[in-house]
């Protein structure tokens, strides 16, 4: 049975399109079926990854100091393939991170399963911490989405956990493989949350006579996972999270700027 917090579960379907680049939603009659509404991760992409660029250039060099050797004369070929090694190590983490996200979602609905070596550590260290946390698990990725006519912003995405904490707080839960825990994450769980609270208090969705709380005290939590054994275990709680869902809706205006074509009026024609 659904829990009362998730009950708008039985009439919304958020569905992750084909491409993997939007959601559509189905049972909101606010919302076209067929209407795409973009990602959250889409949203935070238009932000400036300092970081991440400074990371790709010592790629680059790095895999020219390892390599330089092999390549002999052929210089060109070294600095084509240095200037790819980035994307290489990316894939290869990116490729870590969904296969870690996918192993967690299959444990939760079978304990029983066989976790490959190079899981163990990062399984070991989210069980040991759910059970340290003391979480109620309500849903595991679970799909939100928020909608605002007024003002046009509408987005969605999945939550890695959604629980309830002992003192009744209700908590957004994301999981991390990678190196850091970078500050765009900060605007990733705060339009989650938006969105858990905008769905939580649907009144179309939830039956008018049962009771429903006006104002959910909801927390985000950002856990990184080691991938080596003994790693270290980082959990990382927003703060202020009106702020960061303010900033979030200002990067959703900045993306939709820049893909909009008519920053500036056309040229002139030349008059014959």
Not at 249 to 268: D, E, M, V
Request: with cysteine; net charge negative.
């Amino acid at each position: 049975m659904t829990s009362p917090e998730l009950r708008w579960m039985d009439a919304l379907q958020v569905n992750l399109t084909e491409d993997q680049k939007a959601y559509t939603v189905v049972g909101d009659n606010r919302i076209p079926d067929t209407e795409r509404l973009i990602r959250v991760t889409g949203v935070t992409n238009v932000l400036d990854k300092y970081g991440l660029r400074f990371w790709a250039m010592n790629q680059a060099l790095d895999f020219i100091r390892d390599n330089r050797k092999h390549y002999g004369g052929m210089f060109d070929e070294l600095l084509t393939d240095a200037s790819k090694a980035h994307e290489q190590k990316r894939d290869i983490a990116a490729d870590y991170g969904t296969e870690a996200h996918a192993l967690l979602q299959e444990l939760y609905v079978d304990t029983n399963i066989s976790v490959p070596a190079k899981f163990q550590p990062v399984v070991d260290a989210w069980e040991q911490w759910l059970d340290e946390s003391e979480l109620q698990i309500l849903a595991r990725e679970q799909s939100l989405y928020y909608h605002d006519e007024p003002t046009g912003v509408s987005f969605a995405g999945t939550a890695d956990v959604i629980a309830k904490d002992a003192d009744g707080n209700y908590v957004i839960c994301d999981y991390k493989t990678g190196a850091s825990i970078y500050p765009e994450y900060s605007l990733q769980m705060a339009a989650y949350v938006k969105a858990f609270e905008q769905l939580f208090l649907y009144k179309v969705i939830m039956p008018s006579s049962e009771p429903y709380i006006q104002n959910p005290n909801v927390r985000a939590v950002i856990v990184k996972l080691p991938k080596e054994e003994g790693g270290k275990l980082e959990t990382r709680e927003l703060n202020n999270i009106p702020y960061h869902q303010e900033a979030f809706i200002h990067a959703y205006h900045l993306l939709k700027w820049q893909s909009f074509r008519g920053k500036l009026l056309p040229k002139p024609r030349r008059k014959k």
